[in-house]
């Protein structure tokens, strides 16, 4: 079974393909990673094994899996020559835009790696590639706040050493939280996959063009910046504030959201798929919860979500139009919970997404009829007629 519409051989000409990565029932909210529903990650959530799990299309054996968490860690560190990238941005660069052009750098330093036929190439470079997300999405942050870069530590597993290279001090390590590390390892393994996405399908775009994995996901990483995609989360936590310091009352913005011409939207609602509900914004729902709970803390923000929740699921305009919560309903509460600044939201989402975007760039590689993606128009434009010189035009 795999996530199979319709084939058309030239592929790019009708938008749909092949595969079998991952599959999404809309209407019965089901999502399943290589056909594991993903509600059986959460018992255990262990992002790397995830990451395996969707690249190399099975569940790792323990040699593979210790294997890789070793090159994962040992390829955490950065070039000392990318270093310097960060200083040319201001410090209020926006981190998606560090993130997708220090991506693409990574290309300048492993040209070694842009071999698309050799399996042990495409290893390397999906370890290195998910292993620097990590460290390039810290030095943002780092650089955010003129803080010192902080090294990884190869003690540390792949969340505990993302959440220290963002939140130790020189002479302080960050003191690892297990709830905060199970959470997290969940939130990643919630936004690793979702087959023929918008940031997905931009990946598999450029990447139908022979292009390398770290000029396609640099490509996945801007796809994704956009508020009505990955950049949801963070207008989530907009309007939640916004209602929160007392703007508008949860009603009132519900109210917006209904009228067209406010141009308002309840972010972090609605799909273009899920039109029962999104299994994933359950289980974050679950996630924040429990999380909020162990850290012993409230965040009145989730309150206002819980109420929103409530009205839209009551409201016949959010009934009429299946609109339910979505992956990024509740995702940057429990981002916020762990201390990460809003603007890095969507930088967490593309280091989940990051194996879903090598996994499909590689399956695509790897297909038979991989043919460059070359969608087809209606022109609607002028039927033809002569050029006017200067002098004729009015
Ligand atoms: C992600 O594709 C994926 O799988 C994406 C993703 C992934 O994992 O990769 O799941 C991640 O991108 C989740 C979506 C995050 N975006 C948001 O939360 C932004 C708010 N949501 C909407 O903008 C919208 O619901 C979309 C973008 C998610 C889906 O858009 P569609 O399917 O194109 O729906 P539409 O814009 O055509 O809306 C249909 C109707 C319209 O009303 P009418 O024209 O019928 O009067 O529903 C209304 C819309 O105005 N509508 C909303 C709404 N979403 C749709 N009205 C108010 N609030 C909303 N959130």
């Known amino acids: 079974q795999t996530g199979l519409i319709t084939l058309d051989p030239g592929y790019g000409n009708t938008g749909s393909c092949e595969s079998a990565i991952t599959f999404i029932d809309g209407e019965q909210g089901i999502l399943r990673y ?84 050799d399996p042990e190439r495409f290893r390397m470079a999906a370890a290195r590639l998910i292993s620097k997300i990590r460290t390039i999405a810290a030095y943002a942050y780092r650089h955010s706040r003129g803080l010192p870069y902080i090294y990884p530590d190869p003690q540390l597993r792949y969340v505990p050493n993302l959440l220290h290279m963002m939140f130790s001090h020189p002479y302080r390590q960050w003191d690892c939280d297990e709830a905060v590390c199970e959470a997290l390892n969940l939130v990643l393994i919630l936004h690793a996959d979702h087959e023929q996405n918008c940031s997905t399908s931009t990946v598999r775009m450029v990447g139908s063009s022979r292009a390398n994995l770290f000029a396609s996901c640099a490509a996945g990483v801007c796809a994704l910046w956009g508020p009505l995609h990955g950049g949801a989360n963070v207008e989530v936590m907009q309007m939640l504030e916004q209602i929160h310091t007392g703007n508008l009352t949860a009603e009132e913005y519900v109210r917006l959201a209904k009228d067209r011409d406010s141009q308002v939207r309840l972010m972090g609602f609605g799909h273009r798929v899920y039109k ?89 590689n790897q297909q038979l009829d991989n043919r460059i993606a070359r969608p087809r128009q209606v022109y609607v434009g002028e039927r033809e007629h002569a050029y006017l010189t200067m002098g004729q035009r009015f």
Not at 47 to 75: N, S
Not at 78 to 99: D, Q, T, V
Not at 329 to 334: A, L, R, V
Request: contains cysteine; negative net charge.
């Open 34 to 117: 290589r056909g594991i529903p993903i509600e059986q990650f959460a018992e255990q959530p262990n992002f790397v094994e995830a990451a395996w799990l969707l690249i190399f299309g099975r569940l790792p054996t323990h040699d593979e899996y210790r294997g890789f968490a070793a090159d994962l860690t040992r390829h955490a560190d950065l070039h000392e020559g990318m270093k310097h990238h960060f200083e040319g941005f201001p410090r209020s660069a926006p981190p998606m835009a560090i993130l997708s052009a220090m991506i693409n750098a990574l290309s300048c330093f492993h040209p070694e790696l842009f071999e698309l036929e």
């Open 276 to 364: 029962n509900f999104d299994p994933r914004a359950q289980m974050l729902g679950r996630v924040v919860e429990g999380l909020l709970t162990r850290l012993g803390r409230e965040d009145p923000l989730l309150d206002i979500a819980r109420r929103l929740e409530e009205i839209a699921l009551e409201d016949p305009y959010f009934i009429d139009r299946k609109l339910y919560p979505n992956v990024d309903f509740y995702s940057g509460i429990i981002l916020r919970a762990i201390g990460i600044p809003t603007n890095m939201f969507t930088v967490f989402f593309a280091i989940g997404r990051l194996p879903g975007w090598i996994a499909h760039w590689w399956e695509q």
